[in-house]
């Protein structure tokens, strides 16, 4: 097994590939955005953004969580410029306890959660359904969590959503 030379990470997990150097396409593409990005202007962008929704109604935005840390950043971030979000998780079947410690700690950081899950009898034959189908049992879980966001959004008149 190899590792990337800056951050450690593992030949073994999906998708990773390393260059002549040993270093990720991860790795290389932060340094590219470290020099490319103007990071001024983009904090300029966001601010303008969050202001044009901040008070205008129950929650400000709408965040969709998994548990992991990119969610958690989000809605940490939300709450710093003062934002109320909404946070909202897809419950699928391999949910981690790390995972549920970590959606446990977001809702400690005061946002309103919902944790919203499909009937369990009719989701499994629709993933057995696409599996033999279009060989992607995740196919289910990727449509109720596109659609689900979405009709939250506009169930509670949010019209802000902060992706991952």
């Known amino acids: 097994m190899e590792y990337c030379k800056k951050c450690l990470m ?5 998708g990773i590939e390393l260059n002549s150097g040993n270093i990720c396409g991860g790795c290389l593409g ?3 955005k470290k020099v490319i990005i103007d990071w001024e202007s983009r904090e300029k ?20 969580v998994s548990g992991g840390k990119d969610s958690t950043w989000q809605v940490h971030t939300m709450l710093e410029r003062g934002m109320k979000p909404l946070a909202i998780t897809i419950k699928c079947k391999n949910r981690t306890p ?10 400690n950081l005061g946002v309103d959660h ?4 499909a009937n369990p009898a009719v989701d499994s034959e629709f993933m057995l359904r696409t599996f033999d189908e279009m060989g992607n049992p995740s196919l289910v879980e990727h449509l109720i969590m596109w659609s689900t966001i979405i009709k939250t959004a506009l169930r509670y008149d949010i019209n ?3 992706w991952a």
Do not use: A, M, W
């Open 10 to 14: 593992p030949t073994s997990r999906p």
């Open 30 to 32: 932060f340094h590219e």
């Open 45 to 64: 962008d966001l601010v303008n953004i969050l202001n044009k929704f901040r008070g205008k109604g129950d929650y400000d935005c709408l965040v969709p």
């Open 98 to 107: 790390l995972g549920q410690r970590n959606l446990d700690n977001l809702i």
């Open 114 to 117: 919902i944790d919203f899950t």
């Open 160 to 162: 802000l959503i902060v």
